[in-house]
Structures are given as C-alpha cells and as structure tokens.
C-alpha cells in the first residue's frame, strides 16, 4: 500500500471533483450533446450560488468539457458499433 502526497494528491483531488461536475452535467443533459459553452454556463451558474459552489470554484472549465467530451465520445462511439 502506498500513501499520496503533496501536488499529487491535489491533482487527484482536482480530477475527482471535475469528474463529479462533469456527471451532474452530463445527467442533466438527458442524452443531448453538451457544448463547451453550456459547460461553461453550468459552472458560472454554480459558481453563483451556494450548493457545489466550492467545488465549482476548484477546478477549470476546460478539464470538465474534457471528461464531458470523453463521455459523449465513447457512447457514441458505442452506438455506431451496436449499430453495425
């Protein structure tokens, strides 16, 4: 077993919280493709008001379009295969 430590464990701590808002957005958009901008505009709104606010406020909206886009992307292309 080992231990994490110092900038390592704040860059799993970050990737954690933006696969948490990734999620809550992704689950919103109840199968509708998710833009860079509407995750920008989540993420402006949370920062706003009180609820994920602090996690909102740690982590870039990039990062959290990336893992969005990963998503979307797989389940796409999971659908092209079923389709074959």
Known sequence: MFTVAGSA???LKREAIAEILALRIFNQANGETITRRAVEAQLAQWRRCDAPCDL?????????????????????????????
């Open 56 to 84: 909102a406020d740690t982590v870039s909206v990039s990062r959290v379009w990336c893992v969005v886009w990963g998503w979307q992307a797989s389940i796409a292309r999971t659908r092209r295969l079923a389709q074959r």
């Open 9 to 11: 464990n704040a860059k």
